[in-house]
């Protein structure tokens, strides 16, 4: 298992990964052997300890974070259902999911130029993981979920996180409109 800090507040750059003693690694570099002789070199200990704090403070806080986080969430897929009925959520509210991320697909947009005219109104989102970022292929989870191509190419992921406010939510909404109606205008060009 492997945990990303940046994601829980802890510094960027800085995570955590749990394995098994017998689980075999291949070394990425070489020198003095430490940590079971698959990466060499001191570790960080000032990243080390910002991720345990940032690690401990969001285990105290998880049930009340994860509440607001689906609330924030919920409020979000209503304001995107009331903005566009066209709107897909590729899961329904009810499914068991991460209650943080809202995945939701506008058909006829193209997802390169939402991300663009959002980014533009100060909104931070993506079209796919970020392991995949920069990719041009459609998401090979999104078609193993039956979503065809042409379908893939107006997703949207949104992820809420533990600074995500109220007011997020709003800038978003207030940006989706002009947004979405421009990017469906660049992909009716390539419909």
């Not at 993981?129 to 949207?156: E, F, I, K, W, Y």
Request: net charge negative; aromatic share 4%; charged share 20%.
């Amino acid at each position: 298992m492997s945990l990303s800090g940046h994601k829980i507040g802890a510094p960027v750059g800085v995570g955590v990964l749990v394995a098994k003693p017998e689980v075999p690694f291949a070394v990425t570099s070489t020198g003095g052997g430490q940590q079971r002789g698959v990466r060499s070199g001191t570790l960080d200990a000032a990243h080390t300890a910002a991720y345990a704090a940032a690690l401990q403070e969001t285990l105290a806080e998880r049930e009340e974070q994860s509440l607001r986080l689906r609330a924030l969430a919920s409020r979000l897929r209503a304001g995107i259902s009331a903005i566009d009925p066209d709107a897909r959520f590729t899961l329904p509210e009810d499914a068991p999911q991460s209650g943080h991320i809202v995945h939701v697909i506008f058909p006829g947009a193209d997802s390169d130029s939402l991300l663009f005219l959002l980014d533009e109104r100060g909104v931070d989102s993506a079209a796919g993981s970020a392991c995949s970022a920069g990719v041009t292929q459609a998401s090979p989870v999104l078609a193993a979920m039956g979503v065809s191509d042409q379908q893939a190419r107006g997703a949207l992921r949104l992820s809420l996180g533990w600074t995500s406010t109220e007011r997020d939510i709003d800038l978003l909404l207030a940006a989706l409109p002009e947004s979405l109606e421009r990017a469906r205008a660049v992909g009716a060009l390539f419909g």
